[in-house]
């Protein structure tokens, strides 16, 4: 009897407690959607305007030729006013970035000045923190050169994709007091849990990479990002499949991160509203064995599985659901932009589909130089996210020169501070960079591809199924 | 020269000096008994012999070789097997395992393996019947059998007893003693620990008297029994 | 004469019909669990159906549809828990102690095989293998592999603990068990944290059932002949692992070790050798599991181990630490377990609770139960059953 009283009385602790969790966690994943859910009207109409004035093809989501791109970043040119002193803006016909006028601090001596980074340089996701650790080095050698400092160096961390490593890392970066800006991270909750620190610290974070919403809306005036967020790459996603795939029946899955599950909610969200049946929506932080994940999908029978990850996860899992014999397409988010994911599906991975907020190298036309100085000193393409992280190197770099004229030396970090909400516009090798009031780039684009080749070194031909330009949502 | 002898030997457990300077000695063809009360040492001498505890002076000499710094397991290849006290046979093994492990250093394929499980079985009749019952399901008097029977299978010159007459009805005593008497008269030297000094000097040619880890009294078996502070002592008799 | 022709067939003839016995019968004890646990687990869930089917629709015929493959994702994952198992029984049953690093042990053979796969790649020896040979290759080499760790990581940090209390080598594992992931990623290198195992073109279904679907498609419940690979493997390990502990000389000599390790070396056994054998066949049977997961699931990390490790710990006590069946008959029983509540959970909380996340919550509660109502596990004897 009294075996079984325990044992009872061990049951209903648990149960109570997994009530306790329960009722927590439909709170916290539903933030994210209410917020989306409120902006998605104004974000489909800002992305049904911005595209038709960008192209003159009646769905938002055109098969992508050039000559889309091509006018879409003309309009982009033509509507930038002039950004921060000195820096006019430059053609864009593919010249180099150098050619522009920027702010020169040699007459400071400015040495000893530190630019932090963090990202996964090590574990499943290490090939998207040294891509971007590769395009911020490259930044601060090129540009911190030619700007005129004496020295100016990349303080590197390893978050490991890790919340809690990343906010140590970030009281390390905070006490460190040469750090002036820091660049990173690629994953939003990692993000979210260094911001607090950052903030504090009067450090200027500059994501290549973040695109969950918090990341900007919470951190005001800490947080500025180069790419798009996932309240508007959520229904890009979501308009793809509707349109293009002709999806009837979605199961959605993501990988529990802020980042994956914020954006599947969206793409959630945004598929109920246009009517499409969502079959199924789960989390999981499982990376190798997905059997539990898949057989509910083999049975729902969904035309298209959508899933809020990283390669990492994704990669096996698409291995594994073909070999099931599951047909459904795939379709991701910018997670997936990375040549490992087909190192770990192999031929599998042809035809998914993903959203990235960085385009294909031909997208940048002014990154030419930069894209073949990456080639020869890190012996491997230039990807996402290295174009982003020189250009957020840059703006930090920018914002120190600035902060530094205007101090007449060494400037604080609440200068740099303030000098950051000044870099307005500047010509980055991702195109005009502009950022609005709350750290977001304005606008950002799209792209969604889709993978041609099991081939890792393929990674670049992928094609481009369409490009959408957009402002981030309103308040 | 002896086959077994122990020269000033002084095994310790921890810090506890348990022989304190044992000098004895087994010639071939012979039954030495070793008599004591309860803590005198003779397990601790057997243990020693065995290899299991290591004399932190003195030697142990087999034919003349030194075996006191070898590993047990050495010690029986060199033909000195042991049963232990308390029996100690493996009670998930059944009889015919139990006799297996005990020829563990030879081959199974080895032809002289049937002859010696033949031999143990006609010196152990119950044994036959019982050969694949697990060894914990066995009597008190079948197990110490079993545990002789065992220590024969490895063709030991010499074979170590270790109190085999604990806990077993009288007349099965007498049954085991006339076994190893019988075992002795086949060639195996035996040197033979116990408590039950009556039947000990009974069977034996040799003996010793052990007190708290000393040797007091050395002598003929016959002339032992007739010791007059030995019979009061260990054999009741006033 | 008479008597010695007495005792040679009786000895012979013991020996084949106990062999056969004792080899075979584990076969039959699993699929005794297996057949029990599935109709037990099936019911159990038909029954939730039907109370719940009231407030949802479609939920029995959508338990129902889902069963078949469940129940073989379960026994894939059940195979995969128990072949790990036997190592941690194997060494339990000898020293009483829970080899925490075996865990560990099993993610080394997972990428020695797949480090073989990638060097034959890159020699181009590997095209022209029949895949077949290859996973026994890869089988072998890391079977060996993972066996010589195990006996160095006794060596070097169980053995010179074997006299002190029993938390210090424990404690001891579970470094070893730090040391070894890390030192494997360190290896291993940022490119290679996920290494892929070689495709082998093994993909081939084999159809079971047809089950028309309410989502309008039949739903093809078939298992892949990389599952068909890892139960045949697993069951040939044990089969294989039971004869070598009941039948040879050597087993029986891991057993006399494991019940008096003393008396043992009265034998003439060399009861450090057989201790370090035992190392190398539980590591060896470790190291074997891993390269069968990384055949079936393509991709290995250097954490595989950790979870897995807990979990066919978990098994093996559930099936009573010692026993080399109970371990099967523990890892598949989990894994079944783990497999209903995954999908059902899910299914049946309409995705409020996301079913993977909780399996491993079942499985450790049901782990507590096991303990509360039967310490000796499923197949265990009231006292501690050894090898």
Redesign the interface.
Known sequence: MK?IA??VM??VL?ASA?AAC?AAT?ATSTAPSTAAGGTQASVAASVAAATTAASAAASPLAAATTETMATATTDTTATTTAGTDGTAVAGTDGTAVAEENLPDVSALNLSGIRIGYQGP????Q??FG?TGLNGAQLAVEQLGEQMGFQGVEIAQFDDQATETVGASNANTIAADQNIMCVVGHINSGVALAALPTYRDANLVMISPANTNPRVTEEFDGTAYRLVGRDDVQGVVAADFAVNELQAK?AYVLHD?TAYGEGLATVFRDTLEERGVTV???????????F???L??I????PDVIFFGGIY?TV??FI??LR???IEATVLGGDGLDSP?LT??A??TAVGTNYVSVSGPASAYPQAAQFSEDYQSQFNAPAGYPAFQAYDAAKACLLAIANAATEANGKPTREQVEAAMEDVDTFQGVTGTVTFDEEGDRSPATYYVFEVVSGDPENWGQNTVAGTVEAEPPAE | MALLELQNVHTFYGNIHALKGISLAVNEGEIVTLIGSNGAGKSTTLRTISGLLSPRQGQVLLNGRRIDTMPSHEIVKLGVSQSPEGRRIFPRLTVLENLEMGAYIHSRRDPQYQADLERVLDLFPRLRERVAQKGGTLSGGEQQMLAIGRALMSRPHVLLLDEPSMGLAPILVDQIFSIVQDINKQGTTILLVEQNALMALGIAHRGYVLQTGQIVLSDSAKRLSENETVQKAYLGLD | MAVKAQAQPLASRQASVGTLRQVLAPIGQIFVFVVGSSLILGAIVLVLALLLSRTQANLLSGVLTVLPLVIIDGLVLGFLYATIALGYTLVYGVLEFINFAHGEIYMVGAFVGGGLGLWLASQGLLAAMHPLLFVVFALLVAMTASGLLAVGIERFAYRPLRNAPRLVPLISAIGVSLVLQDLVRLLAGPSRFNLRYPQLGLSRRFQLLEIPTAAGANLRVAIDSQSLIFIVTSLLMLIALNYLINVTKLGKAIRAVAQDRATASLMGINVNLIIAMTFFIGGALGGGAGVLFGVKYSTVNPYIGFIAGLKAFTAAVLGGIGNITGAMVGGIVLGLLEAFVSTYLTLFTGGRFSGPDYASVASFLILIGILIFRPSGLLGEATTQKV
Do not use: K
């Open positions: 075996r325990s044992f061990l049951l648990l997994l329960g439909p340089l090590s574990g499943p290490a090939q040294t029946n529990q079959a199924g929506f789960a989390g999981t932080q499982e990376q190798s064995v059997d539990a994940v057989t509910p083999q049975a729902a029978n990492s990669g096996p291995q594994q070999e099931r014999g490992d190192r770990l192999g031929e």
